[in-house]
């Protein structure tokens, strides 16, 4: 008999407007030595209505869903010709709160899709609802519109980053250690293992939804770049990373429109990825992107929780 996951993979398969994030070998890369399952809402013929995959972790005795690491969205993703049926949201969203109770959480975090109907259910269930936001570009066809939304200050940058020039063959080996040398110099620590990235790009690259794009000077040496992933609809400028050595060179400017470019030929849509750092939304915004909001939602299920939180916040340790 098939698991969860594996009828999940299957129904992801005929989906084809699933976002990335929540695409099942998404999940099996960024949950990679983890638990991650799947709920599943029916309707009475027993055909998939909706889906709710979730990565679990246990600590201490407690239960709880989180987000897995570099991954924007989650939730629930409702099949496409439901999405716009109020009686049925509703239906899904009880539906999932039940086998939510039934698993005895100690609490549940998860950041719904961009255009979710289903976090309004969620709140008058008694959930908590915030809002979040990324800044989007929605129409890449014309390049020179694009560009002529830039700031002028990102039009300066772009100036000064003539000397500069993008390729696509940086390996994910030299990625991550770029990225961690970036951070090094910064007085900072990366947040995630060379294993995790590895996994990661990985399977983007098998799916063909990743690519690195780099940033080198004249004489060779990487000053920025970006790992993108991408769905049927949106690409995602998702771990970008810039050497301070090199700020004033304008290579954060290149790498974001050398990302956008390259978006053009497999997306409608450009992404930033979540902005929700005033200097990094400022950053992005002077690309002439567009602030749009998504939302979280969170419930504790054990006030006692929200002590382990705050304790492990004090503590610098991290309940992933």
């Not at 409702?78 to 899904?92: F, M, S, Y």
């Not at 961690?180 to 990235?197: D, P, S, V, W």
């Not at 992107?289 to 006692?304: A, E, L």
């Amino acid at each position: 008999m098939a698991t969860n996951k594996e009828l999940y993979a299957e129904w992801c398969r005929t989906q084809q407007d699933i976002p990335v994030f929540l695409q099942a070998w998404w999940l099996t890369g960024v949950c990679a030595g983890k638990e991650w399952d799947v709920l599943f809402s029916k309707d009475e013929a027993g055909e998939i209505r909706a889906a709710l995959p979730y990565l679990i972790r246990k600590r201490l005795g407690m239960r709880y869903i989180i987000m897995p690491q570099e991954t924007q969205i989650g939730g629930m993703w409702v099949r496409k010709d439901l999405q716009d049926d109020t009686e049925t949201i509703a239906a899904i969203c009880r539906d999932f709160v039940e086998q939510l109770r039934e698993m005895k959480l100690w609490y549940y975090y998860q950041q719904y899709p961009i255009g979710s109907p289903c976090p309004a259910q969620m709140k008058q269930s008694g959930f908590a609802v915030k809002e979040r936001q990324t800044y989007r570009i929605n129409e890449l066809t014309d390049l020179d519109s694009v560009i002529n939304r830039f700031s002028k200050n990102k039009k300066r940058q772009l100036q000064k980053a003539l000397s500069l020039h993008a390729d696509f063959e940086m390996s994910d080996e030299e990625f991550y250690h770029f990225h961690e040398e970036c951070l090094r110099a910064q007085g900072k620590e990366i947040n995630y293992t060379r294993e995790f990235f590895l996994v990661i790009y990985r399977k983007a690259v098998k799916e063909q939804a990743g690519q690195i794009i780099r940033i080198q000077n004249a004489d060779g040496v990487t000053v920025a770049a970006v790992f993108v992933v991408w769905d049927e609809k949106t690409l995602y400028y998702l771990i970008p990373c810039y050497h301070p050595q090199y700020k004033d060179s304008g290579a954060s400017a290149l790498l974001a429109l050398e990302a956008i470019k390259f978006a053009r030929g497999k997306a409608a849509c450009f992404d930033f990825e979540g902005s929700m750092i005033p200097g990094v939304a400022n950053h992005y915004k002077q690309f002439g992107s567009v602030k749009t909001k998504y939302y979280s939602v969170r419930k504790y299920y054990h006030p006692i929780f929200a002590v382990a939180l705050l304790v492990n916040w004090f503590r610098n340790r991290k309940f992933v």
